[in-house]
């Protein structure tokens, strides 16, 4: 079935703790994205891949890394969350040559 | 910046009517796409339309794009409780911009 994943699920953490949320698709899909979205501002785009060492930054990256070293996976890495950044993210994939995005099933994050 | 704006934000009709949302965006687009949202769950594609097409159907879903107004409109058909969902549309130019969405709500 092709899907995307993402772990984990649910993440509640303290200010500072680094932590790294998992996002794989099993689609060989050139192109991987992460979003957060926040009541009243819809999804907004943290980094994108164009495939495999290609990485970019989307609207709002700061407090964000990411890393592309192989094309099914695309870890979201925050160094030291801080609390404005709880939020619902999502990753999506999709091909280079298709408009549809493929997307997780979200990870809630709780920054206290 | 927000490109795609939907409208309404929420919509409440009675099962089995007509839900009809509207897009509106500014800039130039290869296509634009419809995804829905159920509560707290990743989106899920519905339809896409290219920006030289007027007029796309799949199932119940009818999708009009009026690139001269940048506007586009989703119309879902005999409404069920399942559709109760968030719907967003999204921008594909230089890169995918998503609404802020419309809540559909389908009363019983």
């Known amino acids: 079935e092709a899907q995307v994943t993402q772990n984990p699920r649910y993440l509640i953490t303290v200010t500072g703790k680094k932590l790294t949320v998992t996002c794989s698709q099993n689609?060989?899909?050139?192109?991987m994205s992460w979003y957060r979205q926040d009541p009243g501002l819809g999804l907004r785009q943290i980094y994108y891949?164009?495939?495999?060492?290609?990485?970019d930054k989307g609207d709002v990256p700061e407090g964000y890394k990411v890393s592309r070293k192989e094309k099914r996976n695309f870890p979201l890495i925050l160094e030291s969350p801080s609390p404005n950044q709880t939020s619902l993210y999502f990753c999506?994939?999709?091909?280079?040559?298709?408009?549809?995005?493929?997307f997780g099933p979200g990870t809630r994050l709780t920054v206290t | 910046s927000q490109q795609g704006e939907e409208d309404p934000q929420a919509l409440s009709i009675q099962e089995g009517e007509n839900a009809t949302m509207n897009c509106s965006y500014k800039t130039s687009i290869n296509n634009l796409q419809w995804y829905r949202q159920n509560s707290g769950r990743g989106l899920v594609h519905l339809i896409l339309?290219?920006?030289?097409?007027r007029e796309k159907h799949s199932g119940r879903l009818r999708v009009t794009l009026d690139t001269s107004k940048k506007s586009s409109s989703l119309l879902i058909t005999a409404s069920r409780a399942a559709d109760t969902a968030s719907y967003f549309c999204a921008t594909d130019g230089d890169k995918i911009i998503f609404g802020k969405g419309t809540r559909l709500h389908i009363l019983p």
């Open positions: 689609m060989n899909h050139e192109y």
């Open positions: 339309i290219r920006s030289n097409e």
């Open positions: 999506a994939s999709r091909s280079t040559h298709q408009g549809e995005r493929y």
């Open positions: 891949s164009m495939n495999v060492e290609v990485t």
